[in-house]
């Protein structure tokens, strides 16, 4: 033996520490060796034809220490099972009827199951897929046969109860003996039964024996009509049958034509937005390009009306001429006052106006920029003539005379017709009723008041 630091043996240290089974998480509650499948007793076996050899007297207790663990273990765990049957409804459970629902069960069935009835407790045979509503199926105390009862009038028997007056199952013996008094009272209700109907059948014969005959005729016919029967519902079934295919197929070959057309319907609808984006793109492109080459023709016709106004102003000035003639820039302006107009260009207001109509509602000196109020109320200020264009009247509006013949400039008439395929319009005076034939570019609609003895 040897000795410590102290001079002690440690002989008795091995037995005053307990072996630690395996290890434990936090809060883990152990589990038997054996149980869980090591232990001091698998310890000394080994492959089949291996050598064994004697345990040591530590191992031996170890052992038997494991051993009874485990019968401990399997103990609690039978007693929690057991215990846990009276907590809730489940398989096993002994459960009691209520009295109400055992009065009914009472008078329903009064000359079946007495016995069993009386004692007001049953077992838990089947808790789920008992045919009906929220129904269980029970077994009553001392009975064999099974009944179905509805699960809200189960109530658990008390723990303390059981353990005082335990739950009596039926025994092999009373089963048979329920068996047998079954089939004696079949057998005599057999035999009662055919007693009756040999009492008949010779009533019967006295009277005649071609009741027989008739009988058996009726049974034929019977079973002709059954076959009958038979072979029609065999026919309807077949008949069923091809019409749930038949119109299986069509849903299918409906299915299928709603899909392509879905999909030829979508191909169409995204080539024709393809088609309308690129349309509206090339009128834009087209109207900017017209707007661009229209600015630059008007700009250089401003420019060159500049030049000659310069040349006039100057040629008037040499000849110091007391009352000058009006320039020719002034008789090719045509923006007045009360004119209804059209904006052609995207660069004021941001773009939002074009495209848009407004009422000139002042002309600034030299005839050159207006004031305009749009129809949304919005009133643009300083705007070009080049950034506008005349707009016309519905067929018997109003409209005024703007170039032209001198004699009739700015004169007011009534729209009669226009034709847009000439680029022509037909308006009547309201000064001596005559009628004119104008280009479209030489008359706008008149937004103004008008003299009353012109009106009527």
Not at 125 to 140: A, M
Not at 145 to 164: F, G, I
Not at 269 to 288: C, Q
Not at 394 to 420: C, F, W
Request: aromatic share 2%; with cysteine; proline share 4%.
């Amino acid at each position: 033996a040897k000795k410590g630091k102290g001079g002690k043996d440690d002989e008795g240290e091995g037995d005053m520490m307990k072996p630690r089974h395996h290890r434990l998480g936090l809060g883990a509650a152990p589990r038997p060796v054996s149980v869980s499948g090591g232990g001091a007793a698998n310890a000394n076996t080994s492959k089949p034809g291996g050598r064994h050899r004697a345990l040591r007297p530590h191992e031996v207790e170890r052992a038997e220490r494991e051993k009874k663990d485990e019968e401990d273990y399997r103990r609690r765990a039978a007693e929690r099972a057991r215990l846990d049957k009276q907590r809730t409804v489940q398989v096993g459970s002994v459960v009691r009827i209520r009295a109400a629902a055992m009065a009914a069960m009472e008078n329903e069935n009064q000359t079946k199951n007495k016995n069993q009835n009386q004692t007001k407790r049953a077992i838990m045979v089947k808790t789920s897929g008992v045919p009906g509503l929220n129904q269980v199926l029970v077994r009553w105390e001392g009975g064999s046969e099974d009944e179905s009862v509805r699960k809200s009038d189960v109530v658990l028997v008390d723990q303390e109860e059981l353990d005082e007056n335990p739950f009596v199952e039926a025994t092999a013996s009373s089963n048979d003996k329920i068996k047998t008094d079954r089939k004696h009272n079949n057998g005599e209700k057999k035999v009662r039964d055919a007693s009756e109907e040999e009492k008949k059948e010779s009533s019967g014969a006295d009277r005649g024996g071609h009741r027989d005959d008739r009988r058996k005729s009726s049974r034929s016919d019977d079973r002709r009509s059954s076959d009958r029967d038979r072979k029609r519902d065999r026919c309807d079934e077949d008949r069923d049958r091809r019409d749930r295919d038949r119109y299986d197929d069509d849903r299918r070959d409906r299915k299928k034509s709603r899909s392509s057309r879905d999909r030829d319907d979508d191909h169409r609808r995204r080539s024709s937005r393809d088609e309308d984006r690129d349309r509206s793109r090339r009128r834009d492109r087209d109207d900017e390009y017209y707007e661009s080459s229209r600015d630059r023709k008007r700009s250089k016709k401003e420019r060159s009306d500049d030049r000659g106004d310069r040349r006039e102003r100057s040629s008037d000035d040499r000849r110091s001429s007391s009352a000058p003639s009006n320039p020719p820039s002034e008789s090719l302006r045509w923006l007045t006052p009360n004119i209804r107009v059209r904006m052609i260009s995207k660069k004021l207001a941001k773009g939002r106006q074009y495209k848009e109509k407004g009422v000139v509602m002042d002309v600034l000196p030299g005839g050159a920029h207006a004031t305009v109020q749009m129809t949304d109320g919005e009133v643009l200020d300083e705007v070009p003539e080049r950034y506008l264009e005349t707009a016309l009247p519905k067929v018997g509006g109003n409209a005024i005379v703007l170039a032209g013949d001198p004699q009739h400039r700015y004169t007011k008439g009534r729209l009669l017709e226009r034709d847009s395929s000439k680029g022509q319009a037909a308006i009547q005076l309201f000064e001596d009723m005559n009628i004119l034939t104008l280009s479209l570019d030489d008359i706008a609609e008149w937004c103004g008041p008008l003299d009353s003895d012109m009106m009527s």
